[in-house]
């Protein structure tokens, strides 16, 4: 009788720590003013478009794609619409830009290619880049976490390839 005690009281502490494990692993970060997980990108153009970030600046992006070669529907964003998955993280961009750790060099590089090209396989990765923003956190902040493509005048001041132009 006192083994059988033992085991249920076993087995309700187990449910216990998988239930606790479960509701802490479930619990969504909540944005705020200081704490942001997601980076916006709106597509304003006409054609579709695909976006990835790199934390190694100053080094180009050589052929890194990241998770978008195994999910690129995440990284897509269709002509005229927005896109909150691609630029997304579990841990707050403030804190990732914090820890010198993921970004050593306080700058976030956004690529932006051309859906087509990129589709295409016809040209190498770095032929169908259109855009490059090299964002710092103080950036990010300035543009309220929202990243347009094309760059908009709230924009201009953000270190991009090619240059912002007033059109």
Not at 32 to 48: A, L, M
């Amino acid at each position: 009788m006192k083994k059988l005690n033992t085991v249920r009281l076993l087995n309700k502490v187990a449910a216990l720590l998988v239930l606790s494990f479960v509701a802490t692993a479930s619990m969504c970060t909540k944005e705020d003013e200081y704490h942001h997980n997601t980076i916006r990108f709106i597509n304003k153009s006409d054609v579709p478009v695909y976006i990835v970030a790199d934390h190694s600046y100053p080094d180009t992006l050589n052929n890194r794609l990241g998770g978008m070669e195994y999910q690129p529907q995440i990284y897509k964003a269709y002509p005229n619409a927005e896109n909150k998955d691609a630029l997304q993280q579990r841990d707050y961009w403030e804190a990732v830009f914090k820890d010198g750790i993921s970004i050593k060099s306080d700058t976030l590089m956004v690529y932006v290619f051309d859906a087509k090209l990129l589709e295409s396989h016809s040209t190498h990765i770095n032929n169908t880049i259109i855009q490059r923003y090299d964002l710092s956190l103080q950036d990010l902040q300035d543009a309220n976490w929202t990243l347009t493509y094309p760059p908009s005048p709230n924009m201009k001041v953000i270190k991009m390839w090619p240059p912002y132009r007033n059109k």
